[in-house]
């Protein structure tokens, strides 16, 4: 399962690099929630919350992978909330998208180097709900060696990491 002080710093870094900041404070642990954990971290002068989960089950015919991660993350100074990204542990296909059902309804995530995104904020917030609603997540995506993935991650604790996150960096 997750290595707590790993699994803080691996996450923080993408958000790091997903935001292209250089400094920041190491992350805080704000709790565990079943399947999901709950961290924040200061960028400067400005609070970054994020909840992160590593997949219970990960399909596909590979020989090598890195870690995998899906996050959603708030940056009140930013005005940004509820940004959900997917840490693949390998190259995605160029011009590929990998598509995450949760339930019933299945949403287009586009694409780079390792990391899928929601296309907008809207999307973001629709991903976010779903997940906080739902019991399980499955994310699907192609290698830039063609290889297909499936990740099947657990959604259990998920809505108490989101109220976690929340309240830290006080985003309704």
């Known amino acids: ?3 707590d002080k790993f699994f803080a710093i691996v996450a923080m870094l993408y958000v790091l690099t997903l935001a292209g900041q250089a400094m920041a404070a190491e992350p805080r642990l704000l709790g565990k929630y079943s399947d999901w954990e709950a961290y924040v971290f200061m960028e400067g002068d400005n609070k970054v919350c994020y909840m ?5 089950k990960s399909e596909g015919n590979y020989t090598r992978r890195g870690d995998v991660f899906a996050l ?3 940056r009140p100074a930013e005005g940004s909330k509820n940004v959900f990204s997917y840490i693949t542990g ?4 160029q011009g590929s ?12 995530l586009f694409t780079q180097d390792e990391t899928a995104w929601a296309p907008d904020a809207a999307t973001d917030n629709k991903i976010s709900e779903a997940i906080k609603k739902s019991s399980k997540m499955v ?3 192609v290698s830039s060696r063609e290889t297909a993935t499936t990740d099947t991650f657990s959604l259990k604790g998920s809505s108490a990491a989101y109220e976690a996150i929340s309240k830290e960096c006080n985003v309704k």
Not at 52 to 56: G, K, T, V
Not at 97 to 108: G, L
């Open 90 to 93: 390998y190259s995605y296909k």
């Open 97 to 108: 998208d990998a598509t995450a059902k949760i339930d019933s309804t299945s949403f287009t």
């Open 139 to 141: 994310i699907k995506g």
């Open 1 to 3: 399962m997750m290595k």
């Open 52 to 56: 992160a989960s590593q997949p219970a």
């Open 72 to 74: 959603i993350t708030h």
